[in-house]
């Protein structure tokens, strides 16, 4: 077990120690399936009572839901929206015309405009993240390329997954059964667990376990985890 340079192996969450343990696979591809993938690289190193975390962009790029830069044209609505965007060191988010315009697209444009609206007035009383709360999870999903990016997604935009909570329950059966799985979302700034086979308390805990981003936010070409009581 080794962790990620720059990444504690273990954490302490509620009183019990976790390890996290990196799973390192080969850049996945949009004609990869999902199911190879994880039999490939993660069958045989799920111990019962572990539990598989997977991030939702190599769910999302099986499904189909990843776009070259060059296949999408922003609207004149996405590139001014972009605009107004934060742009952090971890992420561009929805702050490029491209991933704005993939936002438009799934979330709706009335939700989005929406969205910028209340964010515009709260942010001038020094509140944050009303645009995303409102958004919902399919805007937060959205991936678009950094300097750090894998290539060949430096050059891509990558939409959230299609049925997350679906995709647990059915890598939980191809893996065996004794261990639950997760399709997280996870960064430098925070996360979400997009679907699991856990119950609520359990998601929580994992968004705890998971908070230091343990697989880090570069080039690691680690989509998969293990978490296991230590």
């Known amino acids: 077990m080794q962790a990620n340079e720059g990444k504690a192996l273990e954490t302490s969450v509620d009183g019990r120690n976790y390890a996290r343990i990196p799973l390192r696979t080969r850049v996945v591809m949009p004609e990869d399936d ?30 189909g839901r990843s776009y070259r830069l060059d296949e999408i044209t922003p609207r004149k609505l996405a590139l001014f929206l972009s605009k107004y965007v934060t742009r952090t060191p971890y992420g561009i988010g929805l702050g490029m015309p491209e991933t704005m315009e993939m936002a438009l697209r799934e979330c709706g444009t009335p939700r989005i405009l929406f969205a910028a609206a209340v964010s515009a007035v ?89 908070k230091d981003n343990p697989l880090g936010q570069g080039r690691e070409s680690t989509p998969m985890g293990i978490i296991r009581t230590v």
């Open 34 to 63: 999902l199911d190879a993938i994880i039999t490939e690289y993660a069958a045989e190193a799920v111990q019962p009572g572990d539990l598989l975390f997977v991030t939702e962009k190599i769910v999302a790029i099986t499904q």
């Open 122 to 210: 709260t942010k001038a009383f020094g509140r944050k993240g009303d645009f995303y709360r409102i958004a919902g999870d399919k805007a937060r999903a959205i991936d678009g390329p950094t300097k750090h990016t894998i290539p060949p997604y430096n050059e891509a935009v990558v939409l959230g997954p299609k049925n997350p909570r679906q995709v647990a329950a059915h890598v939980k059966a191809l893996i065996g059964g004794t261990a639950d799985v997760a399709v997280v979302d996870i960064n430098d700034l925070g996360g979400n667990i997009l679907g699991s086979t856990l119950d609520k308390a359990g998601e929580q805990r994992l968004l705890r376990i998971l």
